[in-house]
């Protein structure tokens, strides 16, 4: 039985819009399972308090003295990421650190200025740089989110996927898809932001013999790229206070249209599980590809490792990642479906067959001294990160069907002789799972 359902991008004809905000079971059925991009209105966002502080009511800009008075503390220096729009470095733009308030003093110039920025403040940690300021609270329709649920609790990393970005007019963030080819939400606290959205399965128009991508969009070599031209795209006026879920594998090039500042959260579920999966299958091959030259000269075990190695160093994941992440995100669903069953309340089909979810919630305690610490160079090391709290039973799936396919996932890993060996010999982790016969 499939992971999943397959799916068919091929009758997309635009970017639905709604003004009202979505109930989880119209978001999980109408877009997040068939995979689709969908922009909500600004009703969703209007409570946080970045829309309430970081902007002025009379420009609509944002208010550079309150973030100033609020992020930038006079005794320390805070060093943020930034890119330089102008200069590129292989796929990506140049990328440096500088003192926040220094960024803010040099946009804010540009601005008074109506003159076009080069320097783009993204990726900025911004609940763990700032982890009491409380900016905004997470939407309920983008709450089933098991990286930042997973990796706010690893006991070897102090990370998280959630982002705050600034820049000028003209900033951009070039042609790309989204790490481990997750979803992302990004929800505009002021500015106006040109979004280009390419559906999935046309990889082969925007590569060229050498695998290279397209870099930008609007400046496409006809002769490296003969095919691009045909690629299906879509384009969206993101607007102030509106959010854009961006789906998984949906390749996007996004430009910024005056000062802008978005809030964004990259996240998977049980939805996208089995396109990550995909992915990183695809990354693992493309590494072994590389270094095949050099296999032969190699024990098999050595031979695995370097390839784990190395996809862990190009990827950002390896199998240790996923399984962790399946068996985190199995245990507290299954302690989910413990505490139901103790209501006798029976579960509903769910939305994705047309009904409501309408279980009763039950909210996982989120154990936040657990998890307040994690390992750093073999010490104990204060966790700087906030956990993120799991989500309700009504802001996600059935739970059977969320265990079924964590449960796809792990037995494919269990059946994979390198993943296994990898696992078990590497990592040391044992591949037994309550319920999971092997």
Not at 115 to 122: E, F, I, V
Not at 240 to 263: A, E, K, M
């Amino acid at each position: 039985m499939p992971l999943h359902a397959s799916r068919d991008y091929s009758a997309v004809d635009g970017i639905d819009y709604h003004e009202i905000p979505l109930t989880y079971p119209q978001f999980l059925r109408q877009y997040l399972e068939p995979n689709l991009p969908v922009l909500l209105g600004p009703a969703l966002t209007q409570h946080w308090k970045a829309r309430q502080q970081w902007v002025c009511a009379e420009t609509g800009k944002p208010n550079f003295n309150i973030l100033r008075q609020h992020l930038c503390p006079t005794t320390t220096s805070v060093q943020v990421p930034v890119a330089d729009c102008q200069c590129r470095d292989f796929t990506d733009q140049r990328r440096s650190t500088m003192d926040l308030r220094a960024f803010l003093d040099e946009w804010e110039a540009n601005s008074l200025a109506n003159a076009p920025s080069r320097t783009y403040l993204k990726d900025l940690h911004f609940v763990q740089t700032f982890p009491e300021y409380g900016a905004y609270e997470t939407p309920d329709i983008f709450r089933d989110d098991w990286m930042n649920e997973f990796w706010t609790r690893r006991s070897d990393m102090d990370d998280d996927y959630r982002f705050v970005y600034c820049g000028g007019d003209g900033t951009f963030t070039p042609f790309h898809a989204d790490v481990y080819r997750s979803y992302s939400w990004s929800a505009n606290i002021c500015g106006t932001k040109i979004w280009t959205l390419f559906p999935p399965d046309q990889e082969h128009l925007f590569r060229d013999s050498l695998n290279n991508t397209v870099y930008d969009i609007h400046n496409v070599d006809p002769i490296q790229f003969p095919h691009f031209h045909r690629a299906k795209q879509f384009t969206v006026l993101q607007q102030p206070g509106q959010t854009l879920f961006v789906p998984s594998g949906w390749w996007h090039q996004v430009q910024n249209v005056g000062d802008t500042i978005s809030i964004n959260h990259n996240w998977c579920n049980g939805s996208n599980l089995d396109l990550l999966l995909d992915s990183i299958c695809a990354d693992l091959k493309d590494v072994e590809r590389e270094i095949d030259h050099l296999k032969d000269m190699m024990e098999e075990s050595e031979w695995i490792e370097t390839c784990q190695k190395l996809l862990l160093l190009n990827s950002g994941w390896d199998w240790s990642t996923v399984w962790l992440m399946c068996t985190t995100i199995r245990s507290r669903v299954r302690r989910q479906q413990q505490q139901h069953e103790t209501t006798s309340l029976p579960q509903a089909d769910g939305p994705i067959n047309g009904s409501d979810n309408s279980t009763q919630d039950h909210p996982i305690e989120a154990e936040a001294e657990s998890f307040s610490t994690f390992i750093q160079d073999d010490k104990v090391v204060p966790r700087r990160t906030p956990i993120f709290d799991p989500p309700l039973v009504s802001q996600q799936p059935p739970l059977d069907l969320t265990i079924s396919r964590v449960d796809a996932v792990l037995d494919f890993i269990r059946n994979d002789t390198s993943a296994r060996w990898f696992l078990e010999n590497v990592k040391g982790i044992s591949l037994r799972v309550e319920g999971i016969n092997g």
